[in-house]
């Protein structure tokens, strides 16, 4: 037996607009296959990765940049590219919003952080 947990948040993406609860259950699913072993290459996230995440969240809570931009959206700075990213996700010109950010926040965000936003625009 095994099980398999998912969040997804409605306002997201277009999709999880009308679909989010099959998103999730789908992902569920997924993860539930996954613990026993099936579709996975290699495995799920090890504790190493699990690690790796949490310190790389942390460096961008400590990024003096990210915590400026975050005093300026009156936003917790754990927040920032949670925003950033949602609001690509669910724009439908995600290259207008992305030009949006960047014009607006572009001098308060790593080379990093803008790589990373614009892999969301497609």
Known sequence: MSQGHAHEVKSSSNINKTSHVENCETSAVGRALAMLGIGIDTSIASSNEVEEAIAKQQELVDNP????????????????????????????????????????????LSEKQVAGLKKFVR
């Open 65 to 108: 940049q990210v915590q400026k931009l975050a005093k300026k959206l009156d936003a917790p700075v754990e927040n920032i590219m949670d925003k950033a990213v949602g609001y690509i996700k669910s724009s439908t010109d995600k290259t207008k919003a992305f030009a949006a950010i960047t014009k607006k926040y572009g001098d308060q």
